[in-house]
């Protein structure tokens, strides 16, 4: 079994990775890239609405919550600005790498679709270890592993929809060079909500944090 980091899609977004599933397997149609595109910016957008955005609702009022929900909003907005600029028309044979992406990055677990990117497992047992930790009511301690581990593990999402999918992308150069530069600011951004967010938590709001992560971690054959 492989596990992977994966949350579920709104109805809205399942439908359209379903339509973009089905739609491959047609010789005729809607064009594929239109169903891409509509994919595309769903997962990013509902992807950091996973990873920080509902998070940091989970925080009680404050300035560091605040301050959290400013800049997750600003990396989402930055994220769907450079998508829909690296998206757009394309022929079908070129929009097929990314709808079959897509699809591999897609599971059914109990009954339920997810849309996930696989963890490595030293990674997930590093992670485990520490959610135990927090379990103990060992959360002071276990911040400084927390921080790291969430580093290396948004840097294997941020790889896995940003770079690995963009390479499926019919780019030119220039494109190419905006998506690695953005990719790069993106990762930065996320390494610096992380260093703001983990070493301020306290008990109850590691607690939180460990238990929310824990449940969009599954495993999938």
Known sequence: ???????????????????????????HGEPMYIL??????GITDELIETLL???????????????????????????????????GKDTDENVL???????????????????GA??????LTQMKASFAMVAAG???????ALTTQFKAFNDVIIKHYMDDFTKTLNLGMIKRKASSLAQ????????????KLIPSLNQTELEAFTQHYDT???NAD
């Open 36 to 41: 891409r595109d509509a994919v595309s910016l």
């Open 1 to 27: 079994m492989t596990a992977y980091f994966g949350f579920v899609p709104t109805a809205a977004l399942q439908t359209h990775i379903e339509n973009a599933v089905n739609r491959a397997k047609q010789t």
């Open 184 to 195: 790069s600011g993106i990762t930065k951004a996320v390494h610096v909500a992380i260093d």
């Open 97 to 115: 790498k990314s709808t079959e992406f897509l699809a591999l990055s897609t599971h059914t677990v109990n009954g339920q679709l997810r849309v």
């Open 138 to 144: 060992e959360g002071k301690a276990a911040r400084p």
């Open 53 to 87: 955005i509902q998070l940091v609702h989970m925080l009680p009022p404050s300035d560091k919550r605040d301050t959290m929900e400013k800049l997750s909003n600003f990396i989402k907005s930055t994220v769907h600005v450079l998508m829909k600029q690296l998206l």
């Open 216 to 218: 969009l971690i599954y």
């Open 118 to 123: 696989v963890i490595p497992q030293d990674l």
